[in-house]
């Protein structure tokens, strides 16, 4: 049940609302592209359409035009393991209240089973953690019939990542986690003196295709409830104060390059990286090229920074996804080949400086080197622009055991061997915050194994780059709120 989504919600009165949710899906595709939904009100009733599939397969004219309503959020799911099927897609309905409720999730809940057991959810009845937080949701809800009490309720009692997204037939509310893992922001349609209407996205082209406003990103545990006065938000009794944690994969590689992070365009973040890494780990080369796609700011950054002259060696199909949110490791590998081509006379006879974003199971980069070969590479120098990745993630990316890892249990000259590279060299966390810049805080557990909530590790630890003794995970261990 671990999922990386995009989550999207709009309240516009007087608007038809479901092809800006369209519009605002397509804009977070990359985020998810196992299933897409959406609900709409309009003020009445709350209508919920959903399926396996992109946005564009889910949705066309025909079923937009039967959506009429105002106000909507809408989903797109990121494929996981042993989870891709229709239970799983969102947003999550439940018939409570007036008209029901509809959430939408980013993220991934880390005490889940305890919840589950709050609310009686047998194992086996669980579609995702989200089918969980609705669930508490519609056992909370008051006689008042206010989402937002029932939210206030039990938002307190979730542990891990999550960025919310909920529609009431009438109001519209978005909520991040105390760490805030998972980025949420708000966005205005028409003028600030006479406002049309508020968005809620994941990331900020999600408001730009739509033609709304960046206003602001939604804080670390904020609860914002949207209606006719516009957006307020309400406290919410958290159990403790925390240091906000931004996934810093959120950089590296998930948002998209003209997405805005605490302040900062990401494509500029990825081609500070590439200029950094150069410094750190230069190489003797005759061409920088980059690995589609979020490989390439980053060679851009790291052929001006080197000075070897940057170029273009893979042509990508923009048709195929991402093949590492694919749902099996056979299903990745395909993907790679069916996305990517070499072009032959700009790489035969070459030394290449290879930059990719990071390796996770060695999927891509195994296959890339071996087509670079192919096509006549004298030499390939492989760069990646963040850390070596050796810990699972516990809060919404798809990297669940150890043993999917490469790096955890091989050195660098181990990775290089395999990969078939002639070098191969990583940014340093440090260069890597130094590149974003931000104030703000960051998760970067799975780079470090400082993991800041509680986690259930398994008992045994990732061998040390360039130690010769493991390295322990440190896991923040605060009690767990009462379930």
């Not at 509809?102 to 009686?120: D, M, P, Q, S, Y």
């Not at 920088?288 to 060696?313: D, K, N, T």
């Not at 290089?416 to 703000?440: Q, R, T």
Request: include cysteine; proline fraction near 6%.
């Amino acid at each position: 049940m671990k999922e990386a989504c995009g989550v999207f919600g709009v309240y516009a009165p007087g608007k038809r609302v479901a092809n800006l949710t369209f519009d605002g899906l397509f804009a977070l595709q990359h985020r998810g592209q196992e299933s897409a939904g959406m609900a709409v009100s309009d003020g009445d009733t709350v209508t919920v359409v959903k399926d396996m599939g992109l946005v564009a397969t889910v949705f066309d004219e025909r079923t937009l035009s039967g959506l009429q309503g105002h106000l909507a959020i809408g989903h797109t799911r990121y494929s996981t393991h042993g989870s891709s099927d229709w239970a799983g897609a969102q947003p999550v309905y439940r018939p409570v209240g007036r008209a029901g409720f509809a959430l939408g999730h980013n993220g991934n809940l880390t005490n889940t089973r305890a919840l589950a057991e709050k609310v009686g959810m047998l194992p086996g009845s669980i579609a995702t953690d989200s089918d969980v937080v609705a669930e508490l949701l519609a056992q909370s809800f008051p006689e008042s019939e206010d989402l937002s009490t029932a939210l206030q309720l039990v938002l307190p009692i979730l542990e891990g990542a999550f960025s919310l997204v909920l529609m009431s037939s009438e109001r519209l509310f978005g909520v991040r986690d105390p760490y805030g893992f998972r980025p949420l922001c708000l966005g205005r349609l028409g003028p600030a003196d006479a406002p049309e209407g508020w968005v809620l996205a994941s990331e900020t082209p999600a408001l730009s295709v739509i033609g709304a406003t960046f206003v602001r990103e939604i804080a670390p545990g904020e609860l914002v409830v949207i209606d006719a006065d516009g957006p307020t938000s309400l406290e919410v009794p958290w159990l403790r104060e925390v240091t906000p944690r931004l996934c810093i994969f959120e950089f590296a590689y998930i948002a998209r390059p003209d997405s805005r992070l605490y302040g900062r365009e990401v494509h500029e973040t990825r081609c500070r990286m590439g200029a950094l890494l150069a410094e750190q780990a230069p190489a003797e080369a005759d061409m920088v090229m980059g690995v589609p796609e979020s490989g390439v700011p980053a060679a851009e950054g790291f052929a001006r920074a080197s000075g070897i002259p940057y170029g273009q060696g893979l042509v990508k199909n923009r048709y195929i996804g991402r093949s590492f949110i694919a749902p099996g490791q056979q299903e990745r590998a395909d993907a790679v080949r069916r996305k990517l081509n070499p072009l032959t006379d700009a790489i035969a006879g070459k030394r290449l400086v290879v930059v990719d974003d990071s390796i996770v199971r060695g999927t891509t980069q195994r296959s890339v080197i071996r087509m670079l070969r192919e096509a006549g590479a004298a030499e390939v120098h492989l760069r990646i622009s963040s850390p070596p990745w050796r810990w699972p993630c516990f809060y919404g990316i798809d990297t669940p055991s150890y043993e999917e890892l490469l790096a955890t249990d091989h050195t660098v000259e181990e990775m290089a061997e395999i990969l078939g590279a002639d070098s191969l060299a990583y940014i340093s966390i440090e260069n890597l915050k130094e590149a974003i810049g931000a104030d703000g805080g960051f998760c970067d557990a799975c780079f470090t194994g400082d993991y800041p909530t509680p986690v259930a590790l398994a008992a045994r630890a990732p061998v040390s780059l360039g130690r010769t003794e493991p390295v322990a995970a440190r896991v923040h261990q605060a009690a767990l709120p009462g379930v």
